[in-house]
């Protein structure tokens, strides 16, 4: 079982680039890592998925070093409708359906 | 763009009867979920469901808890007899497919419906 690891809270302001890292030090080699956007009282929303390196697409970025054990989700120049609680997935490899289990996530407060 | 759909968006209920929640999955998706989120505290995985069965479920998805895909369109929640603590909303989610996690299992969730029980 790949179990993620968020800081609960970030706070940030308004134009700012946010880096949010999640630590999964057992991740399995066909794992991939996603991350999810939630707004209060909506359904998580997806926002990016990467196996290794650098993936980017046009609301985030993702970065994975080569070990693996850690992925940092970037959000350029964030506005007040960026807060949210994000959360790190690590997917349960080739052979389980793909049941997410989510963790606390991290609160991001963006203030003006 | 194809979106989960849920209805109600909101359920009151009293405690010991029945309700049902109804989802609309993403029309070529093959996998289908829900889940649940206590005010306040982290989505949980409730069940998953391919093929017309049940291919994994949580420990909180118990005897009063069943799914059922009863046309080509709908997949639907029941708790037979609800309690206090059943309240909660209810994410219903689907992806293409489930073999692992690569993008093509990505799932997308419904807005959800709110339970709550009196």
């Known amino acids: 079982l790949a179990k993620t690891t968020q800081p609960i809270s970030m706070d940030s302001y308004e134009g700012q680039e946010v880096n949010i890292t999640c630590s999964h030090n057992?991740?399995?080699?066909?794992?991939?890592i996603t991350w999810y956007q939630q707004f209060p009282s909506q359904g998580p929303r997806f926002i990016i998925q990467?196996?290794?390196t650098k993936v980017t697409n046009e609301v985030a970025s993702l970065f994975i070093p080569a070990d693996r054990k850690s992925s940092t989700l970037s959000l350029p120049r964030v506005s007040l409708s960026d807060t949210a609680v994000y959360y790190c997935l690590v997917g349960w490899g080739p052979y389980n359906f793909n049941k997410f289990y989510f963790g606390s996530g991290t609160k991001l407060n963006v203030k003006p | 763009e194809p979106e989960v759909t849920q209805t109600p968006s909101h359920q009151v209920t009293q405690m010991g009867q029945e309700v049902i929640l109804r989802c609309v999955p993403i029309?070529?998706?093959?996998?289908f979920y829900w889940y649940r989120q206590i005010l306040g505290q982290k989505v949980e995985f409730l069940v998953s469901f391919y093929n017309n069965e049940i291919s994994e479920k949580s420990e909180i998805f118990d005897d009063q808890f069943s799914v059922e895909r009863p046309d080509g369109s709908n997949f639907t929640l029941k708790i037979r007899s609800t309690k206090l603590e059943d309240s909660a909303m209810y994410f219903c989610a689907s992806s293409e497919s489930g073999t692992s996690g690569r993008l093509s299992d990505t799932q997308y969730f419904g807005p959800g419906t709110r339970l709550t029980v009196l």
């Open positions: 057992n991740i399995a080699t066909n794992d991939y």
């Open positions: 990467g196996y290794k």
């Open positions: 029309s070529n998706h093959l996998y």
